[in-house]
């Protein structure tokens, strides 16, 4: 028996970074670039300087929230998408209560933290269809890759695309368009606040933990009956894959924000 505990924990820590690795990874990669980036924009222009991007930035980030709270049924008792007047830094909120005896809602806690990464990363993809339709078609190319089992050249592809995509978005053509620069000034926007904050991913943990909990329990009956999941997970890690790909958008915007930001910071220092 020690060693099927042993064997599901082992499994089970895979499955869970299999399931959530790659919400994971860009939340926590979003976070180090806006928070550094805010550093920069703070020291130059005060709290004015965030709120010049909140007014797009702030209602996408809480509307992930929103909407993942209806998809697992949580009962929202009050929201704000945006204020003009934050107190203490908050720009906007979404309360939410959840039935503590129910697997699916206790579950949903992770993705409802996660959810500014999910409105985001689809916010970036929509401006992207209307201002530019090419890079959009490029960015199309993601669903035609073979979803199957998770390998170096599935990766390789993906990469390669990610490249494509960025090289369609600035190239020489767009830089002498408006619809570019209007869908640039949107993503800088946007991607200016979809970092999770303390209390997304306070939220996010206690459902990480369910997750992790509910895998360990399948997989100790599973290994106990000799029932095979791992065909299932690989679809799930091909998932993540592709979602890691989606949020390559927000992550590259959050870093040229970050040198934007980084580059006024250095000019004005030298200046004053």
């Known amino acids: 028996m020690g060693n099927i505990l042993f064997d599901a924990l082992k499994l089970s820590l895979l499955e869970t970074f299999c399931v959530t690795g790659a919400l994971i990874l860009t939340g926590i990669l979003l976070g180090i670039l806006e928070h550094r980036a805010n550093f920069y924009i703070q020291s130059i222009f005060g709290m004015k300087g965030i709120m010049l991007t909140s007014w797009i930035g702030t209602p996408i980030h809480e509307s992930g929230h ?47 933290g996660m959810g500014p990464i999910f409105s985001g990363t689809a916010a970036l993809i929509l401006g992207m269809y209307f201002f530019l339709p090419d890079s959009f078609a490029t960015f199309s190319n993601y669903l035609t890759l073979d979803s199957g089992q998770p390998d170096y050249q599935m990766l390789a592809s993906i990469l390669a695309l990610i490249a494509q995509l960025f090289e369609s978005i600035f190239s020489v053509e767009n830089l002498a368009l408006p619809n570019f620069w209007i869908y640039f000034a949107l993503a800088i926007g946007i991607s200016s606040h979809i970092a999770l904050s303390k209390e997304d991913l306070k939220g996010a943990g206690r459902g990480l933990v369910t997750i992790f909990t509910f895998i360990l329990l399948a997989n100790v009956i599973a290994l106990i009956l000799s029932v095979d999941f791992s065909s299932f997970f690989a679809g799930i890690l091909v998932l993540n894959i592709y979602l890691l790909a989606f949020s390559m958008v927000s992550v590259v915007f959050s870093l040229i924000r970050l040198v934007l930001s980084a580059f006024a910071y250095t000019l004005v220092s030298r200046i004053i």
């Open 66 to 112: 929103l909407l993942m709270c209806y998809v697992f049924k949580h009962r929202v008792s009050e929201f704000k998408l945006f204020t003009l007047r934050p107190k203490e830094g908050v720009l906007g909120y979404v309360n939410h209560s959840w039935n503590s005896k129910s697997l699916y809602q206790n579950i949903g806690n992770f993705f409802i």
